[in-house]
C-alpha cells in the first residue's frame, strides 16, 4: 500500500506539472467547412415549421427599457422510439435521443448586444442543425456565417440558452461545442437560432439510468414571452416533476400508444428585481424535473414513482428507505474509476490506521486520524467523494473500533425542504458521532467543520429498518446554525505612500474563520503545494521513505518543477483578483500563506499580501486627498431599481468583516477630515461601524460590517439598506493630507 501511494503521488504530481504546462498552449480546433451546409440544411425545416409564436417580432411595451426581451424559447426532447424499443436487447446497446431547441430574442441595448456578440452551439454528428440569423427593423433575416466557428474547451461555461440537457450523460467525447462571431449586431436587431442534436448513450452494463435532474427558474435575466419544454419518454421510463412558488406544472399530453409526452408551458414572465440575498430555488418560481429509464418496475434504491404518471413529492418513510438502501449497498460498488469495491477501499484504510495504531489509541484521536487519513485520500483524487461514499466510509472506519455513530439525511438549505425533495442528488449524507456532526470533506475540510448549505437545517437521523424492506427507524433532527461570531474576516492593512505620493504601498494579512474561512479557502491555497505536506496531519510517513533513489530524484525534480511554475502563476492569479477587488490596475504583488487552516490545532486560514494601488490618491495643488475607507474594496451597491423588497432576505450564514487600517502620514503634512469618516449604524439586521483618530504620526481606522442573522423578513429591507448604504458610500470618502 505504501509502495502504491508513493507512486500515486509522483503521478499526481507529474500530472499537476503537465496541466499546468500545457492549460495555455490548448489550440482552438474550427469546423469542417464540408459539414456547414448540411447542418444548416438539417435545421432548416424546424424554420418552416415553427409554432405561431415565432412568427411575432413585436414585444409589449411594458418591456420597452429592458436590456432584451426573449421572444420565444422552446426545447423539445426525444427519446428515440425505435432504438428504446430495443433498449436492453443484445442488439441494440445506445440509447439514443434528440433535442431540438428554437430561440428568439430582441435585443434593445449595446448590454444585450454585447451579451449575444458571440453565439454558441452543439456539433457532433453529421444529423445535428443549426441555424442563425438576425432579422433588422423592417428587413427580412439573414443567416448568420458560421464559417468562422471554433470549438471551445470542454470545461468552458455555456450561457443557459445555448446549453444541451444531455451534457453530463454524453460528455463531451463526442461531440464539442462550437462559439461564432456575430457581426453587424445593433440595438432593435431580432436574433434567432434553430438547433437540432442527437445524442447517444451506452448502455450496455445498465438496466437503469437516471438523468440529471434539470430546475428550470422561469425567471431570467430577460423578460420571456413563451417558454416551453416538451419531453416524450416510451414506457420505460419514469418522470418527475414538481413546481413551485407558482410556476406552471408540467401536464401530461396524449400521444402514440406506449408514449407518453410532458409539456410545461410558462408565458409572460418578467424578471424579478430582487436580486440581491435571494436563494433562486426557494423563492422563484421553479419547476425541477427528472427522467429515470429503467428495465424493471421494482427498483431497489430507486427513488422514483409510477411509469407514465407525474410524480411529485415522496413521504419521508419513502425518503427514508431510498436514502437507507443506497446507503446499504455502497459498500459493494466499485470505488471511484477503479476495479475494486468500496469495501475493499476499506479495508485498505483500516490496515493503514491499524500500523498508525489505530486500535489503541483514545477515540477521538482515532476519528479524527481516520478523517485526516481519508482527506489524504481526497487531496490525490481526481474528484471529491459523494456525501453518501464519504458517510459509509466514514461510518465504517468508526465501526471497526466498535465506535457508534448516526446516519443522518437532508438537503441543501439552498435548494428546498426535506418534503420537497424528488432527486436522490437532492439527498444529503452525514455522520453524527455525540455532539459531533461529520460533513463529507474536501482538500481544505477539517473534522466537524460546518457547511454553510446545511446551516439550521431540517434532518432526519435513520436507522436499519427492525424487518427486512421495513421502513427505516426516523428520528427527527435539526443541523446547527452559526453566529456573527463564528464567521469572520478580519484584515490588516498597513498602508503607505511612496516617495512619488502617487502610489501607495500596502501590506495585508487577512484571517478566516468559519464559513468564510469555507468560502474563500479554495482560491488562497490555489497554487500552493498544501498537499505534499498532508500526510503529516494523520502522521503518516513522507513519500519518500520507502522509494529507491531514483524514484526520490524522480520526486524531488517534479516538486521542484511544481514549486517553479506555482510560483509564477500564484502572483498573476492573485494580481488577477485583487484588481477585481479593488477596480483598479495593481502591482508588485507578493503573496504568502502564515498558515492554511488544514488543521484542527492551527484553523484559521492566514494569508498575507504586498501590493501597491494607483488610483487612491488625488493631488489638490499643495494637498492631496486619500481614499483610506477604499481599502475595504468594492462594497455592495444596491440599484435604484432593487430598493423596493418582495422576497425576504436570505444572507446565507452570519457574519462579520472587519478592517483594521494603518496609514502612515508623510513626513511633512497633518492629516484632516478624520471626523468624517466616523459612521455607526446598527439595527436588528446588520451593522456598519467606522472609528478614524491619529495617533502618533498614523492614521488608525477600524470598520466593522455584520450580518446579524441568516434569514431576515422583507419588512426589514429598509434597516438593510442603511448599513449596507453605509459600507458603501463610505469607499468614496477621503482624508486630506496638508503640509504643514
Not at 507529474?14 to 459539414?35: K, M, N, P, V
Not at 492554511?596 to 504586498?610: F, H, P, S, V
Request: aromatic share 12%; proline share 3%.
Amino acid at each position: 500500500m505504501n509502495n502504491n501511494k508513493s507512486h500515486a503521488t509522483v503521478a499526481f504530481i507529474i500530472a499537476l506539472l503537465c496541466i499546468c504546462q500545457t492549460s495555455r498552449t490548448l489550440a482552438q480546433s474550427y469546423i469542417d467547412e464540408d459539414f456547414l451546409d448540411v447542418i444548416e440544411k438539417n435545421a432548416s425545416l424546424m424554420l418552416t415549421e415553427q409554432p405561431q409564436v415565432f412568427n411575432n417580432n413585436t414585444t409589449p411595451a411594458k418591456w420597452n427599457n429592458n436590456s432584451a426581451v426573449v421572444i420565444g424559447y422552446s426545447r423539445n426532447i426525444l427519446f428515440d422510439r425505435k432504438s428504446s424499443g430495443g433498449f436492453f436487447s443484445r442488439r441494440e446497446r445506445s440509447l439514443y435521443f434528440f433535442e431540438k431547441t428554437h430561440f428568439k430574442i430582441r435585443l434593445n441595448d449595446n448590454n444585450a448586444v454585447n451579451a449575444f456578440s458571440e453565439i454558441y452551439f452543439r456539433y457532433g454528428s453529421k444529423e445535428d442543425g443549426f441555424i442563425a440569423r438576425i432579422t433588422k427593423p423592417g428587413d427580412t433575416a439573414i443567416n448568420i456565417d458560421l464559417k468562422n466557428a471554433v470549438g471551445v474547451e470542454g470545461n468552458a461555461d455555456i450561457p443557459e440558452y445555448f446549453k444541451s440537457y444531455f451534457d453530463q450523460e454524453v460528455g463531451r467525447s463526442s461531440y464539442q461545442y462550437y462559439k461564432v462571431p456575430v457581426s453587424n449586431l445593433e440595438p432593435g436587431d431580432i436574433l434567432e437560432y434553430v438547433t437540432t442534436t442527437k445524442s447517444k448513450l451506452d448502455v450496455t452494463t445498465s438496466g437503469y439510468i437516471e438523468f440529471s435532474p434539470n430546475y428550470e427558474v422561469c425567471n431570467k435575466e430577460y423578460p420571456i414571452l413563451y417558454n416551453e419544454i416538451a419531453i416524450e419518454t416510451d414506457d420505460k421510463a419514469f418522470f418527475k416533476s414538481l413546481s413551485l412558488n407558482g410556476a406552471p406544472v408540467f401536464k401530461k399530453e396524449s400521444t402514440t400508444e406506449g408514449f407518453f409526452r410532458y409539456v410545461f408551458i410558462d408565458k409572460d414572465r418578467d424578471i424579478e428585481k430582487d436580486v440581491n440575498f435571494v436563494s433562486p430555488f426557494l423563492q422563484y418560481p421553479l419547476v425541477k424535473f427528472q427522467v429515470i429509464y429503467s428495465n424493471r418496475d421494482d427498483v431497489k434504491g430507486a427513488l422514483v414513482g409510477v411509469k407514465g404518471e407525474v410524480k411529485t413529492g415522496f413521504s419521508k418513510e419513502e425518503l427514508a428507505r431510498k436514502a437507507w438502501e443506497d446507503y446499504e449497498m455502497v459498500g459493494d460498488q466499485p470505488f471511484s474509476s477503479y476495479y475494486y469495491t468500496t469495501q475493499l477501499y476499506i479495508d485498505q484504510l483500516w490496515s493503514e490506521l491499524v500500523k498508525l495504531d489505530g486500535k489503541k489509541m483514545p477515540e477521538q484521536q482515532y476519528i479524527d486520524m481516520a478523517y485526516y487519513l481519508l482527506r489524504n485520500k481526497v487531496v490525490f483524487m481526481r474528484d471529491y467523494l459523494s456525501d453518501k461514499k464519504f458517510a459509509y466510509i466514514f461510518g465504517s472506519l468508526l465501526y471497526q473500533r466498535d465506535i457508534k455513530s448516526d446516519l443522518i439525511i437532508t438537503i441543501n438549505n439552498n435548494i428546498g425542504q426535506l418534503n420537497q425533495v424528488l432527486f436522490e442528488q437532492e439527498i444529503r449524507y452525514i455522520i453524527k458521532r455525540g455532539d459531533k456532526l461529520y460533513f463529507n470533506l474536501t482538500d481544505y475540510s477539517n473534522p466537524a467543520e460546518l457547511e454553510e448549505n446545511l446551516l439550521n437545517n431540517e434532518a432526519y437521523i435513520i436507522n436499519k429498518p427492525a424487518k427486512k424492506n421495513g421502513i427505516p427507524e426516523i428520528k427527527p433532527f435539526t443541523l446547527p446554525g452559526t453566529n456573527t461570531a463564528d464567521n469572520t474576516i478580519e484584515y490588516n492593512i498597513s498602508a503607505e505612500l511612496l516617495a512619488d505620493m502617487k502610489k501607495m504601498q500596502i501590506t495585508r494579512t487577512s484571517s478566516y474563520r468559519g464559513i468564510q474561512k469555507s468560502k474563500n479557502i479554495s482560491a488562497a491555497l490555489k497554487y500552493t503545494t498544501y498537499m505534499l505536506d498532508d500526510y503529516k496531519n494523520y502522521g503518516g510517513a513522507d513519500p519518500t521513505e520507502k522509494m529507491k533513489s531514483k524514484q526520490v530524484d524522480e520526486y524531488n525534480n517534479s516538486v521542484r518543477s511544481l514549486k517553479e511554475e506555482y510560483n509564477t502563476q500564484k502572483p498573476e492569479y492573485v494580481k488577477e483578483s485583487l484588481e477585481r477587488e479593488f477596480n483598479q490596475p495593481v502591482s508588485n504583488v507578493r503573496f504568502t500563506v502564515v498558515n492554511d487552516g488544514r488543521t484542527q490545532k492551527k484553523n484559521i486560514l492566514t494569508c498575507k499580501e504586498e501590493f501597491e494601488l494607483t488610483d487612491f490618491t488625488r493631488k489638490a495643488g499643495k494637498k492631496y486627498l486619500v481614499n483610506l475607507s477604499g481599502l475595504t474594496g468594492s462594497q455592495l451597491q444596491i440599484k435604484k431599481e432593487e430598493r423596493v423588497r418582495k422576497y425576504d432576505i436570505d444572507v446565507r450564514s452570519p457574519k462579520t468583516y472587519t478592517w483594521n487600517i494603518q496609514f502612515k502620514i508623510p513626513a511633512g503634512y497633518t492629516a484632516e477630515g478624520l471626523t468624517e469618516l466616523n459612521k455607526k449604524v446598527d439595527n436588528e439586521a446588520g451593522s456598519f461601524i467606522c472609528n478614524a483618530k491619529e495617533e502618533n504620526g498614523t492614521v488608525n481606522i477600524n470598520i466593522i460590517k455584520c450580518y446579524k442573522a441568516k434569514n431576515i423578513p422583507a419588512a426589514k429591507w429598509n434597516d438593510m439598506l442603511a448599513f449596507i448604504d453605509a459600507g458603501y458610500n463610505s469607499t468614496f470618502k477621503y482624508i486630506l493630507l496638508k503640509a504643514k
